[in-house]
Nanobody
Framework: QLQLEESGGGSVSTGGSLRLSCTTS????????MAWFRQAPSKEREGVAA???????IYTDSVKGRFTISRDNSKDTLYLQMDGLKPEDTAMYYC?????????????????WGQGTQVTVSS
């Protein structure tokens, strides 16, 4: 069993930046694919970015060039650097780990989830 906890959310203006962190309870996370998802009210959960255990990464088209996913295995922590934020980025952001299906950006591919951190971007 793996516990995940997100932090770093907040309220910013359009064009601002935030850095989200996801701490994990075990170094076992170093072997897992990890990902960031987001969900706005009344909308489906959307895959934002994912990173494999050896550092490969993918992003949904809407955040390419603005968001950067990274991981620090010495701290068992996953990060999401969010630059050039837009109002449409407003959502609850979730960290996920342990991919057991092929699609890296599908919510049902992941076993472990954090409770989320809210990101709000004002226009």
């Amino acid at each position: 069993q793996l516990q995940l906890e997100e932090s770093g959310g907040g309220s910013v203006s359009t064009g601002g930046s935030l850095r989200l962190s996801c701490t994990t309870s075990s170094s076992d996370a170093r072997t897992y694919t990890m990902a960031w998802f987001r969900q706005a009210p009344s909308k489906e959960r959307e895959g934002v970015a994912a990173m494999g255990s050896i550092g490969s990464s993918i992003y949904t088209d809407s955040v390419k060039g603005r968001f950067t996913i990274s991981r620090d295995n010495s701290k068992d922590t996953l990060y999401l650097q969010m630059d050039g934020l837009k109002p449409e980025d407003t959502a609850m952001y979730y960290c996920a780990a342990y991919r057991w299906k092929a699609n890296w950006l599908a919510a049902d591919a992941y076993k472990y989830w954090g409770q989320g951190t809210q990101v709000t971007v004002s226009s």
